[in-house]
């Protein structure tokens, strides 16, 4: 899949390195390179997800909440606990999951931390950063971002598209891009978001829905040349260069 996505978000500031190990694909900017200690975090959250995994199979291929084991790890509940609150499988949280895990491990190492994962992202910041908008065949493609604020992290700006990538999703929205504190939280949501947009008269549905989330900061919806947005997001045209 093209990642020229990845290059949107402006921070000439920072060192950006990859990490990957099998379907994890990270890309990652810090203060300095940490590699190394990317792959170790990757590695424990992995390890930890595919154990549990290998004990309870329907966890990989749950498509709707599922309660968890009670010597679950850490991850698995949040995971859960995410799908519960947006009404989806597990797994709906599994790229958001990570890239947190693995950036609030980075934290201790630099302040600023940005982890994407597939689209979605974790990050924390010293400085007002711009997220540039990937919506597939839109119109709104490359033309604009997010801003985000140093205040407003550690932050999850998660991405679902019924139309961009290999995600499972029941809609047909170009991008449904979700904030929130919890990146495991923004990622289900973003994919429950996603399923009911089919076209662009039900954008306002997505948006309701959205709404009634617990945790959901704010959520933007493309579809086409429509654009839905609600919630604490600020949107600006996205610079060249």
């Known amino acids: 899949m093209d990642r020229t996505y990845r290059h949107w978000i402006k921070d000439g500031d920072l060192v950006s390195f990859n990490v990957t190990v099998k379907e994890t694909d990270l890309y990652l900017r810090a203060q300095k390179s940490l590699k190394e200690e990317a792959l170790k975090a990757i590695l424990k959250y ?3 997800l595919e154990q549990y995994i290998e004990r309870h199979r329907n966890f990989l291929t749950a498509l709707e909440p599922l309660p968890v084991a009670e010597d679950a790890p850490q991850m698995v509940r949040e995971m859960a606990e995410a799908a519960q609150r947006a009404g989806v499988g597990p797994m709906a949280a599994v790229a958001g999951a990570i890239a947190e895990g693995v950036g609030r491990e980075l934290m201790r190492l630099s302040p600023e931390v940005i982890v994407e994962n597939g689209g979605d992202i974790f990050l924390t910041i010293l400085r007002r950063r711009t997220v540039g908008v990937y919506a597939g065949d839109s119109p709104f493609t490359g033309g604009i971002a997010i801003q985000i604020e140093p ?6 700006i998660c991405t679902s598209s019924g139309t961009v990538g290999p995600s499972l999703s029941f ?11 919890s990146a495991a939280l923004a990622d289900a949501a973003a994919t429950a978001i996603g399923n009911l947009v089919k076209e662009a008269g039900d954008l306002p549905k997505g948006i309701d829905f959205a709404k009634g989330i617990a945790g959901v900061k704010g959520v933007v919806i493309i579809k086409d040349d429509q654009m839905g947005v609600w919630g604490q997001i600020r949107i600006s045209p996205l610079e060249e260069g």
């Open 46 to 48: 992995r390890a930890a």
């Open 151 to 156: 205040e407003e992290t550690p932050l999850g």
């Open 171 to 181: 809609g047909r929205a170009d991008a449904v891009i979700v904030l929130s504190p």
